[in-house]
């Protein structure tokens, strides 16, 4: 739409965000404003689902360990433990998938060998070592693998 009304109009859509027709100076320094206020709702979109992401993951962790402590401690046939054992299980996996989806969603990676930045794909992030913070993925450019 923003493309269309400046058409119309015979603005850019700067002019058309900031309400005011701009000079080539006040215009460059309007373009970049715009960039950084867009690039730190990113960056706060992307830590605020790293943070669902990690609530997700420690709730269904306890929800699934609960379940099977639960069947432990209750006297109830084998069959019952059993399927209650499976449901803690898909809990779990289920729970895990989201926060995976959640975090891989939340950002782009940045190769530190050829300066590549890329979203990888989901077989990618989940076969991938990690540590809390960082994951090895292979670059789809270059193709070396590091902790990013």
């Keep these: 739409m923003l493309q269309i009304l400046s058409k119309l109009f015979d603005v850019s859509i700067n002019e058309l965000l900031s309400g ?6 006040h ?4 373009a970049e404003e715009y960039i950084v206020t867009d690039l730190m ?6 830590k605020k689902r790293l943070t669902v992401s990690c609530i997700v993951a420690l709730v269904t962790i306890l929800a699934g360990l609960s379940i099977i402590l639960l069947s432990a401690l209750l006297s109830a046939p084998i069959w019952l433990k059993i399927i209650c054992i499976v449901f803690s299980f898909i809990i779990i996996i289920l729970g ?4 995976c989806v959640l975090t891989v969603d939340a950002g782009v990676y940045e190769c530190p060998v050829c300066g590549e930045k890329f979203v990888p794909s989901m ?9 809390l913070t960082k994951r090895k993925l292979k670059c789809p450019k270059c193709g070396k693998k590091n902790f990013l």
């Design 20 to 25: 005011v027709r701009l000079d080539e100076k």
């Design 27 to 30: 215009y460059k320094e309007n």
């Design 41 to 46: 709702k990113k960056r706060n979109e992307a």
């Design 96 to 99: 895990v998938g989201v926060c």
């Design 123 to 131: 077989k990618d992030f989940i076969g991938g070592a990690h540590t």
